[in-house]
């Protein structure tokens, strides 16, 4: 018999010790934990030679689902994918599982549970028989099962039951469970072998988690590389944004999303980026200028983060430097995301929840965007409602020995509707961590627009002065060309007067006719020369602003009259007759000006007109002024002559232009009486222009003088 004994423990061991090193293979295997969870229970359930082995896991909530089991032939009903509610395992039953981690042996026929704990002292030595069970606390404690619990258990057709901790970061993430339909013993050794077990299936949780965390986290940063890509990319900024927005929103499984900015400067308007089913308010009221969104900008402000968190391990700073960083940074802020599960029951949100009503959203989650203590604007992410449908233990299953299941959750209801999502932190770090690179990128292209207007308004400074350089340049060209021509016509009245008055002095005529003729071409060429200089001296006592006019009112017809007089022989020598229509009895000027611009005028016309006529027409019209109508006196001069190009009209009104400058011009002249009509229609409050249909279709000159105001 000892013989036997030795040799079935040696078969126990060796097949405990098989078991262990499956599972421990398993684990190194596969990270994936439900294939690992479902091999454990299968492994256990063989070992113990039970009817059911379940896991149990915990739900943020307390309640909780059976996630892997294995059940021999239906002996009893399988629970797998079913909910059990919070109350199922009482408080003090868990805290026992945590700080004691003992394991609960349930035998039904007799009624009596049996505790063992781990050889933990370390995690048992705060725990007092007082806060448990007013029992003292012993290798193995024995109390009678509650009435309650054998109904529950004989209900289901379980007689016995072993339920071991599963526990995980000091927390009780679930328990492992082995239910038999009879009565059931067992030793201290086999409860060891299924603690080495769980302690395994502790391990895959462990590793299960950190693969998890660690999934997550490159989730996480292979998004923020994304992102950061598509901010960075060279599309337009505003293309950026809202396919930035279209991402992060898709991201934290949002249904729809808000990205709104300030205006960069004071005049620039706010931008609106949108994606999804939007709230609106009425009015066209934007939701960030409510009070809930203006509010975090002043109050949802993270605490001022130390300042050596700032700086790099390997930057080395002076003391001038240090202080002048230290100073910086304790101005810098760094806002948070406000995360609202459920927007009907946060008070701030009462003036726009009317926006919502008609929506499916039901959370929301904004991110303030600030650089220093400059605000940009918020990133505002939204979620709909959802409907969560539950499966309750015995809810569904045909098995008569679930009556008592169903009968204790006929109070729960298994379908909810319109149910509120949580923010994860997950997903808030996420959006944080977004916003800040969202952030980033606003600046960067603000800076890049300031930086192109900088640029712009350079570069059309250097345009402006490349264009004062080239004015400057023609100027001193027209007066090179201006001096030029202008000695040319100096010389040639000046050298046939002197040449005349010589033919006079030493008497080289033969009679009367001849000395008349010579008279009166030194005549006219002295009376040239006399109009040449007053030209120049005229536009020299403009340009210095010592020519004055007396305005006072001037009778227009008669003016025309002596005007037509005074070119009459030139109109008969050139066969262009000289038409006047005034329509005008008078006209605020100074007469002397008047006629000098008139002169000039019908000089030009003359000149410059070969065959046709030449016109002078004097009507009185209204024109705005200052927002009112005032009345004017327009007068033309037109001819037929030889016109000019369109878009030279403005140019012969400068000083020095001519259509034509060069000294063997044809028709001769300063180039300087367009100049003089123009400033001196503007001494007398008037305007002058030009227009020309074109070389070879005439010209038109037309200023316009104020009517003489009535007494």
């Not at 396919?243 to 898709?250: A, G, M, P, R, S």
């Not at 995301?337 to 701030?348: F, G, H, K, L, R």
């Not at 100049?675 to 037309?702: A, F, N």
Request: proline share 5%; charged share 25%; net charge negative.
């Amino acid at each position: 018999m000892p013989k036997k004994s030795r040799g079935l423990t040696a078969d126990t061991e060796l097949t405990e010790g098989a078991l262990l090193n499956r599972m421990t293979n398993r684990i190194r295997k596969s990270l994936e934990l439900q294939e690992i969870l479902s091999a454990a229970v299968v492994e256990i359930r063989s070992f113990l030679g039970t009817d059911r082995v379940k896991i149990y896991r915990f739900e943020p909530d307390g309640s909780g689902e059976v996630i892997a089991e294995s059940v021999c032939n239906q002996r009893l009903p399988s629970l797998l994918g079913l909910h059990f509610p919070a109350g199922d395992i009482p408080p003090y039953a868990r805290e026992m599982f945590i700080k004691a981690r003992q394991r609960v042996i349930v035998d039904i026929p007799s009624q009596v549970t049996t505790l063992s704990r781990l050889e933990a002292p370390l995690t048992t030595a705060d725990l007092t028989v007082e806060d448990v069970y007013n029992l003292p606390l012993k290798e193995i404690l024995k109390r009678p099962v509650d009435p309650c619990h054998v109904e529950y258990l004989t209900a289901m057709g379980v007689q016995s039951s072993l339920v071991i901790p599963l526990l995980h970061q000091q927390e009780l993430w679930g328990l492992l469970v082995s239910h038999h339909a009879e009565p059931k013993k067992f030793s201290k050794k086999k409860i060891q072998s299924v603690q080495l077990l769980a302690d395994q299936v502790t391990i895959a949780i462990t590793q299960a988690s950190l693969l998890r965390d660690a999934q997550e986290r490159a989730r996480r940063e292979a998004v923020v590389n994304q992102i950061t890509t598509l901010l960075h990319s060279p599309l337009p900024i505003t293309e950026i944004l809202q396919i930035v927005l279209e991402c992060v929103v898709k991201v934290v499984e949002g249904s729809a999303g808000r990205l709104y900015l300030f205006g960069h400067k004071a005049d620039a308007a706010a931008q609106l980026y949108t994606f999804g089913n939007q709230p609106t308010l009425s009015n066209n009221q934007l939701l960030e200028t409510s009070r809930f969104w203006q509010h975090l900008l002043t109050q949802n402000s993270a605490p001022f983060q130390p300042v050596e968190e700032l700086f790099e391990t390997s930057e080395l700073l002076s003391g001038k430097d240090l202080e002048r960083k230290t100073l910086s940074l304790r101005s810098y802020r760094r806002f948070n995301p406000y995360a609202v599960s459920d927007i009907y029951q946060e008070p701030q949100l009462e003036e726009v929840l009317p926006a919502f009503h008609s929506k499916p959203i039901r959370s929301l989650l904004v991110m303030p965007l600030s650089y220093g203590e400059e605000p940009l604007g918020f990133l505002t992410i939204f979620r709909n409602e959802i409907d969560t449908d539950i499966v309750w233990a015995g809810r569904y299953s045909p098995d008569d020995r679930n009556d008592r299941v169903r009968e204790s959750f006929a109070a729960w209801r298994e379908l909810k509707k319109g149910q509120a999502r949580e923010w994860r932190s997950e997903e808030i770090d996420l959006v944080r961590s977004l916003g800040t690179h969202l952030t980033m990128a606003i600046m960067q292209n603000r800076l890049y627009q300031c930086e192109r207007e900088q640029r712009m308004i350079v570069e059309m400074r250097n345009q402006e002065l490349n264009i004062a350089r080239s004015a400057a340049e023609e100027a001193s060209r027209l007066k090179s060309d201006f001096l030029s021509s202008t000695s040319h016509e100096l010389r040639t009245p000046l050298a046939s007067t002197l040449n005349y008055l010589k033919l006079l002095k030493e008497g080289f005529y033969d009679n009367p006719d001849e000395l008349q003729e010579y008279i009166n071409v030194a005549y006219n060429a002295a009376e040239n020369l006399v109009v040449i200089i007053n030209d120049v001296l005229d536009i020299a006592k403009i340009e210095a602003g010592r020519m004055h006019v007396q305005l006072e009112p001037v009778n227009l017809p008669e003016m025309l009259r002596e005007e037509e007089n005074l070119f009459r022989p030139e109109s008969r020598q050139k066969g262009i007759p000289l038409i006047i229509d005034c329509q005008v009895d008078e006209v605020q000027a100074d007469a002397t000006r008047l006629r000098q611009v008139l002169t000039n005028l019908l000089a030009n016309a003359f000149k410059f007109t070969d065959s046709g006529e030449v016109r002078v027409r004097a009507i009185q019209r209204m024109q705005e002024t200052e927002g009112s109508p005032q009345p004017v006196v327009e007068i033309s001069v037109a001819d037929t002559g030889i016109g000019i190009d369109s878009d030279r009209g403005d140019l012969l009104f400068e000083p020095f232009v001519q259509a034509d400058g060069s000294i063997k011009r044809r028709y001769g002249g300063t180039g300087l009486g367009l100049t003089i009509c123009k400033r001196l229609v503007e001494l007398m409050g008037g305007q002058i222009w030009l227009e020309s249909p074109g070389k070879g279709q005439g010209t038109t000159v037309t200023f316009m003088l104020p009517v003489v105001p009535k007494s």
